[in-house]
């Protein structure tokens, strides 16, 4: 990879919320009001997204909208794979984050015989399916959907026929089968979960870095245990929900949860994580301005993209001169 290619995703369908497929071009407002080229120095495509379909009556109440969720995760592994294949970088900025499961279906698509690793950094374990939901909204799916596991185990809803029928297509996109396994998922302070999420989190021995770990340790060294425990992995995603922040830095979201990261710690941890030469793509989501005063949040995340991008583009210089 040679440089950075930036996939815009203005999906929110999967939200509960209204107000995410803003959140790109809140990040764009960031960047005029801070003064930097930062969208200038970088090609950019924009996925098309499907949010026509809100202003039509939902027909999957356990996933809502799930036909149009897999046409928009379908054009995102699309979009992944050929990046990655003209030797790319994607950052993805998307808007809710079941997009994220459309980016793994892509990653797998173009490596289907690599092992990947997936570093989520959330606020919410994102593990759901139909069968255990609560809400419906899909931006709490990706993850079922990416590890092929429905968690019959703590059923709880009637899943009609059509929902099915999308909900294996989603699982089977890009390769068929599962894209990732639970000893290759690594939460960082996950603190706002179900009690069917905890009995999959358990049952998968899924590890979550929680903030009093986070900080006692400091992120350089959380990211070296983070790669140590995947590091039979070979090729790394990394995951940035912006409510992985403290509610006090992310009203701008649409579901923001107390006791996260602070800006600073953020940054830090997002430049640890990005060092690393395994790591094939970077996504931010969940920036909802219409949620928000001033533009905060998107101007906190921008903060954050800025650094994470630098540290992606040092690792691919490095690269580059090694490689001469």
């Known amino acids: 990879m040679r440089r950075i290619k930036l996939l815009e995703v203005r999906s929110e369908l999967g939200a509960g919320t209204r107000g995410a497929s803003l959140g790109v071009d809140a990040l764009r407002v960031a960047c005029l009001n801070k003064g930097s080229d930062y969208f200038r120095r970088f090609n950019s495509v924009s996925v098309p997204d499907q949010n026509q379909v809100l202003f039509d009556r939902n027909h999957f109440p356990k996933a809502k909208h799930i036909d149009s969720v897999y046409?928009?995760?379908?054009?995102?592994?699309g979009a992944v794979e050929q990046?990655?294949?003209?030797?790319?970088?994607?950052?993805?900025?998307?808007?809710?984050?079941?997009?994220?499961?459309?980016?793994?279906?892509?990653?797998?698509?173009?490596?289907?015989?690599?092992?990947?690793?997936?570093?989520?950094?959330?606020?919410?374990?994102?593990?759901h399916s139909p069968y255990t939901t609560p809400s419906g909204n899909m931006h709490g799916m990706p993850l079922a959907i990416s590890l092929g596991d429905d968690n019959r185990e703590c059923q709880r809803n009637h899943v009609?026929?059509?929902?099915?029928?999308?909900?294996?297509?989603?699982?089977?996109?890009?390769e068929p089968g599962a894209k990732v396994t639970g000893e290759h998922l690594v939460y960082v302070v996950v603190r706002d979960t179900e009690h069917e999420e905890d009995?999959?989190?358990?049952?998968?021995?899924?590890?979550?870095?929680?903030?009093?770990?986070?900080?006692?340790?400091?992120?350089?060294?959380?990211a070296r245990e983070i790669y140590e425990r995947l590091?039979?992995?070979?090729?790394?995603?990394?995951?940035?929900?912006?409510?992985?922040?403290?509610?006090?830095?992310?009203?701008?979201?649409?579901?923001?949860?107390?006791?996260?990261?602070?800006?600073?710690?953020?940054?830090?941890?997002?430049?640890?994580?990005?060092?690393?030469?395994?790591?094939?793509?970077?996504?931010?989501?969940?920036?909802?301005?219409?949620l928000d005063n001033m533009n905060t949040m998107a101007t906190n995340a921008f903060d954050i993209l800025e650094a994470a991008t630098d540290a992606i583009q040092n690792r691919l210089r490095m690269e580059e001169v090694v490689s001469r």
Request: proline share 3%; aromatic share 8%; with cysteine.
């Open 71 to 77: 046409t928009v995760l379908k054009g995102i592994a």
């Open 83 to 127: 990046t990655l294949r003209f030797g790319e970088f994607p950052l993805v900025l998307a808007g809710d984050h079941s997009n994220a499961a459309g980016t793994i279906a892509g990653i797998k698509a173009t490596y289907p015989h690599k092992t990947l690793g997936v570093v989520w950094v959330d606020a919410h374990a994102d593990i």
């Open 160 to 174: 009609e026929p059509e929902t099915e029928f999308f909900w294996q297509k989603l699982k089977n996109l890009g």
């Open 199 to 222: 009995a999959i989190i358990d049952r998968l021995g899924i590890k979550n870095y929680k903030l009093d770990e986070v900080k006692a340790k400091g992120t350089r060294q959380v």
């Open 231 to 290: 590091r039979f992995c070979d090729m790394v995603y990394i995951s940035f929900d912006v409510d992985s922040l403290d509610s006090r830095f992310s009203k701008g979201t649409g579901t923001p949860v107390e006791e996260g990261l602070n800006v600073e710690e953020a940054i830090s941890l997002c430049r640890a994580l990005l060092d690393n030469e395994r790591v094939v793509c970077f996504e931010m989501v969940e920036i909802n301005p219409t």
